[in-house]
């Protein structure tokens, strides 16, 4: 069984995830001693966090010590640059000691917690350490340590996702989703709002919000697991459940969940595909992988991404969501119609148009057909 020969793997990076939820939620609630200066400016833009870096450095420092500094790795979204220069002092300050404060924490998550606090030259190192291109040949880990962090920072959906690819394939994967509602309604509502809303219900152990999804490569299951909260502790399985896609095969029935913004994706061509093919319910905009983790747990029933002409798919951004569809029982592919390439390095080489994850093959055929009937009359 390809599951159980990755299994020390998954272990390790379901509690990895696990930290770095409690990591990004500490974050998110202002416990950690930061400066007010979180939100940097990347080169395309996006809002870069305290918790983008501390979680890229807390995962890297922990798959080195598990798997070897010299043999592990990692292919992630941050690069060290921003953070090393000069100007950037108490950002790094921020983000060491946001790592040496989770990484305290490691062994209520059954991980190893080092010796004494790291320094800023060893958060540094683990950060740069992230720098492998992937590719066809050898282990590789994919990471994005904060997936949305537009949703992050307005306190909306956001993941944390870990995939691991062998050899050109995606065999374990493994996404944090720390505001998953426990209604499906409340995905596209603003996360503030539902917070509010949520006061007046009473609450239910853990399963209110936030969860760990993992699967593993022709298992043919998917998990998910609550988050940990207060000082409980991590027990494996922690109240695993299995998840399956939806079974809903109408479109006239059907969710599907597409970006946020129009920037990474052609809202108005979606739109008229979900006409063409008969889906009749608004779509459902959610921040960041969080729409994998939607179509795995069958709270919607087909997602859509067609970025603008140009744009590179990145693998951090889809391995782990992937799989988790998958193996819940879904599809995904490119608009044409073929699987998604890992093996190709950073990038999702080769890619066709868009992407389309459904719950079914039913679905998937009737989008598929709708694209290829659509193209021509689409200058997209
Ligand atoms: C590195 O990892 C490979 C598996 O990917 C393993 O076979 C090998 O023994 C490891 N080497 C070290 C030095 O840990
Ligand atoms: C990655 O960074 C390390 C230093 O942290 C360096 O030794 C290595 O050559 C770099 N690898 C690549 C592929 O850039
Ligand atoms: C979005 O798709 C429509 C076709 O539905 C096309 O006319 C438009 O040019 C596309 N927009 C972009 C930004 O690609």
Redesign the pocket.
């Known amino acids: 069984m390809e599951d159980e020969k990755y299994s020390k793997e998954l272990d390790v990076a379901v509690r990895v995830v696990h930290l770095a939820c409690f990591l990004c939620q500490r974050v998110q609630e202002g416990l950690v001693s930061t400066n007010s200066d979180h939100v940097k400016s990347k080169d395309d833009d996006s809002p870069v966090t305290v918790a983008d870096w501390s979680v890229q450095a807390m995962v890297s420092w922990m798959l080195s010590e598990y798997f070897g500094r010299q043999n592990v790795s990692i292919v992630a979204e941050e690069d060290v640059e921003t953070l090393s220069k000069a100007d950037s002092t108490d950002l790094l300050d921020a983000v060491v000691s946001t790592v040496n404060e989770c990484l305290a924490e490691a062994p209520r998550f059954g991980l190893k917690r080092p010796d004494k606090t790291i320094g800023n030259s060893q958060v540094l190192e683990a950060i740069s350490r992230c720098n492998s291109s992937g590719g066809p040949t050898g282990r590789h880990w994919a990471l994005d340590p904060v997936d949305g962090t537009l949703g992050f920072v307005r306190g909306d959906q956001y993941a944390v996702a870990l995939a691991l690819i062998d050899n050109g394939r995606v065999v374990l994967g493994v996404l944090g989703c720390p505001n998953y509602p426990m209604r499906k309604e409340w995905l596209n509502i603003h996360h503030q709002h539902y917070r509010s809303m949520s006061k007046s219900l009473p609450s239910s152990h853990s399963w209110e919000e936030g969860c760990v999804m993992y699967a593993s490569r022709g298992s043919d299951e998917a998990w998910m697991q609550p988050l940990i909260r207060g000082d409980e502790k991590f027990e494996w399985p922690n109240f695993a459940k299995l998840i399956r896609v939806s079974s809903i095969d109408d479109p006239a029935l059907a969710t599907f969940c597409e970006p946020v913004e ?1 920037t990474n994706s ?4 979606t ?2 595909l979900a006409h063409s093919v008969g889906l009749r319910k608004q779509p459902l905009r959610v921040h960041s992988m969080v729409k994998y983790a939607a179509i795995a747990r069958g709270d919607a029933e087909i997602y859509m991404k ?1 970025a ?2 140009g744009y590179k798919e990145k693998i951090w951004d889809h391995a782990a969501g992937v799989l988790i569809v998958q193996e819940a029982g879904g599809v995904v592919t490119d608009a044409g119609g073929r699987p998604l390439d890992f093996s190709k390095g950073v990038y999702l080489e080769g890619l066709d148009r868009g992407i389309i994850a459904c719950s079914g093959d039913a679905l998937h055929d009737k989008i598929i057909g709708a694209i290829f009937a ?1 193209w021509d ?4």
């Open positions: 129009k052609n809202h108005s061509f739109a008229g067609f603008r002409a659509s009359s689409s200058n997209l």
